[in-house]
């Protein structure tokens, strides 16, 4: 299982091995796992083990004080900003992320359009995948089920994070966001790496309508039920595998099968260490939230010639 935690912070992070020792790239998909050593000690990162760095306006996991979870989330973006290897006090400033509204919609991110950090809870509307070409720019996405993609383009040094829950992977977010690379910055789709994360996996992910009508229509009857489909039946029960789907859509994107990771780490198998959303079941959700893990990805300054 590629889960680190050799960072200045001694982070466990989940990394991808195609992504990991790329030169100009720093990534990582954070655990439920809080730090041995908090790298900003003046607040006590200890008060729970559920490491959590959403601040999405989630009912706040464990603690009861706004404010005190402001504080909490925001040390928790610092800590996986450094255990990167980043300036996080610096960057942080720029940490980019959409509002994630189970669209198919990705941003650019520029010089200007950042910030959700200036206000913890500020994001952009209407997007589930953010891109760049900035250095020191990070980018993040939050999941607790749903499979973050991260994307690399060493060529022409592009990244991006991507949110493919059920109805992103029918919208086919995946492809849109290599094509937004491609437009936008004239990336090649055969030098593009993908990962593809931890995220609720065929073995448990069961569904019914309307996703197993909108996983047929977006992928075609004989992807969605014919040899190695997308939905399996056991006893009775509909299982999709958003592992296999968005993997098709990377290479209908033209990536290289050589070129996209699958991480194939379930979280609700593996909920002790990452949040899953269906594992924590509908009352535990009701009474205390639940939590949400974090997919980072930035670009990184090459030093000058
Ligand atoms: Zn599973």
Redesign the pocket.
């Known amino acids: 299982m590629a889960i680190y935690s050799d960072n200045l912070v001694g982070l466990a992070l989940f990394q991808f091995e195609l992504l990991r020792n790329q030169t100009g790239l720093v990534h990582g998909i954070s655990t439920r796992h809080a730090p041995r050593f908090p790298l900003f000690p003046h607040l006590e990162s200890s008060e729970t083990n559920e490491w959590e760095v959403s601040g999405g306006g989630k009912r706040p996991m464990l603690l009861n004080n706004p404010i005190r979870y402001a504080t909490l989330i925001r040390q928790r973006r610092l800590e996986f900003l450094a255990a990167l290897g980043l300036d996080a006090p610096t960057v942080i400033l720029s940490l980019t992320a959409g509002q994630q509204r189970h669209t198919a919609n990705v941003a650019c991110i520029g010089p200007t359009a950042y910030g959700a950090e200036l206000n913890w809870r500020r994001s952009l509307p209407d997007i589930d995948a953010v891109v760049t070409d900035l250095p020191n720019l990070p980018l993040m996405t939050i999941h607790a089920d749903c499979p973050p993609l991260i994307l690399f383009d060493p060529v022409q040094k592009v990244a991006a994070t991507v949110h493919s829950g059920w109805r992103g992977t029918v919208g086919k977010i995946g492809l849109v966001a290599v094509e937004t690379m491609m437009q936008k910055y004239g990336c090649l789709p055969a030098n593009i790496l993908a990962g593809i994360g931890p995220s609720?996996?065929p073995?448990?992910?069961q569904v019914g309508e309307p996703v197993l009508t909108q996983v047929c229509e977006a992928f075609g009857e004989s992807a969605a039920y014919g040899t190695n489909p997308l939905l399996q039946n056991r006893e009775g029960s509909w299982y999709f595998d958003l592992w296999a789907a968005n993997c098709l859509l990377l290479l209908e994107a033209g990536l290289l099968p050589t070129h996209i990771e699958n991480s194939q780490l379930?979280?609700?198998?593996?909920a002790d260490l990452f949040f899953s959303y269906r594992a924590i079941g509908e009352a535990q959700r009701h009474a205390n939230g639940y939590g949400l893990f974090g997919s980072i990805v930035a670009l990184t300054q090459l030093p000058s010639q």
């Open positions: 609720i996996g073995c448990c992910y379930c979280t609700f198998c593996h």
